[in-house]
């Protein structure tokens, strides 16, 4: 079975910085384009950033130059590292992937999410 699993999520304080994981895995042919995306409260989701698989990018622009999206396709995972953190960051935090199973099959999938609060 195809899954997300995300990690590296938690309080931070204003200024602060956290790295966020996302790992896919079962039966995996390939993976194209992997993202974050947030959703706050009261707010709908919206895009973070996206990677495709030859490392193109693309961000929103309340997080550009203060995060950084990349992925490691030998281990089908993707981070987002992000520095210079604000109370308008937190959020809960979804990867998402456009994954081809052995079967030939693409799927969209998301992950659980991962709760980030920037907070003194």
């Known amino acids: 079975q195809l899954q997300l699993v995300e990690s590296g999520g938690g309080l931070v304080q204003p200024g602060g910085s956290l790295r966020l994981s996302c790992a896919a895995s079962?039966?995996?042919?390939?993976?194209?384009?992997m993202g974050w995306y947030r959703r706050a409260p009261g707010k709908q989701r919206e895009l973070v950033a996206r990677?495709?698989?030859?490392?193109?990018?693309n961000y929103a622009d309340s997080v550009k130059g203060r995060f950084t999206i990349s992925r490691d396709n030998a281990k089908n995972t993707v981070y987002l590292q992000m520095n210079s953190l604000k109370p308008e960051d937190t959020a809960v935090y979804y990867c998402?992937?456009?994954?081809?199973?052995?079967?030939?099959?693409?799927?969209?999938?998301w992950g659980q999410g991962t709760q980030v609060t920037v907070s003194s």
């Open positions: 990677i495709t698989r030859g490392d193109s990018t």
């Open positions: 998402n992937a456009d994954i081809v199973s052995r079967g030939g099959i693409s799927y969209n999938y």
């Open positions: 079962g039966s995996i042919f390939s993976i194209n384009a």
